[in-house]
């Protein structure tokens, strides 16, 4: 079975942009799908031009496609439960926060900035037709020594893109997470103050 945005659209409890309700994070990705350049410099060009704060930018991106020894290295550094479906999409992309300035003085909102610009990354994915499954189960120390980062690059999260494939092509036991309903806490429980 092929899942498709009508098979995933959100039931939101106020009306919201269809690309955001649209938007999931699927694990079973078409390993014969293949992203372009001009498709993956579109997503990176959409992470570039997300807000920071006093227009620091303190993000960097390793991105590499399926069938480089880049790819192949960073599925390596997943988390074990990971690597299986992640394997299968067609590019992989590791967010790096800038934490210190030239300086050495620390940038705070770094994190925040970095996850503005994934979330951009997310949403044009979404709008090119591809999907992202962001991934935070990874061993950054690898990642860190493995692409020789200095200390200020701090790498946060892996991004999966990809064209979906049919469920049943994934493990069987990502098979029904790949097709259980949508949650999210409701407002009142996220809302502290609403006045």
């Avoid at 699927?26 to 959409?46: H, I, K, N, V, Y």
């Avoid at 962001?134 to 064209?163: K, M, N, W």
Wanted: glycine share 6%.
């Amino acid at each position: 079975m092929t899942i498709t945005a009508d098979d995933r659209r959100a039931v939101t409890a106020h009306p919201i942009a269809g690309v955001l309700a649209d938007r999931w994070s699927p694990r079973s990705f078409d390993s014969t799908a293949e992203l372009t350049d001009q498709q993956l410099t579109t997503l990176l060009e959409a992470a570039r031009w997300a807000p920071s704060a006093a227009n620091f930018q303190p993000r960097r991106f390793i991105a590499a496609r399926r069938g480089t020894a880049e790819f192949h290295a960073i599925v390596g550094m997943l988390a074990e439960g990971n690597q299986p479906w992640a394997v299968r999409a067609s590019a992989l992309v590791i967010g790096i926060a800038v934490t210190a300035d030239s300086d050495g003085k620390p940038y705070r909102w770094a994190e925040y900035d970095l996850g503005q610009s994934l979330a951009h990354l997310s949403v044009q994915a979404h709008t090119e037709g591809l999907h992202v499954h962001q991934i935070g189960g990874f061993d950054p120390i690898a990642v860190a020594q493995h692409f020789e980062l200095d200390d200020s690059l701090v790498p946060v999260s892996v991004t999966a893109i990809g064209s979906i494939a049919d469920v049943s092509e994934l493990d069987e036991r990502y098979q029904a997470r790949e097709v259980a309903g949508r949650e999210r806490a409701s407002l009142d429980d996220l809302v502290l103050v609403f006045a």
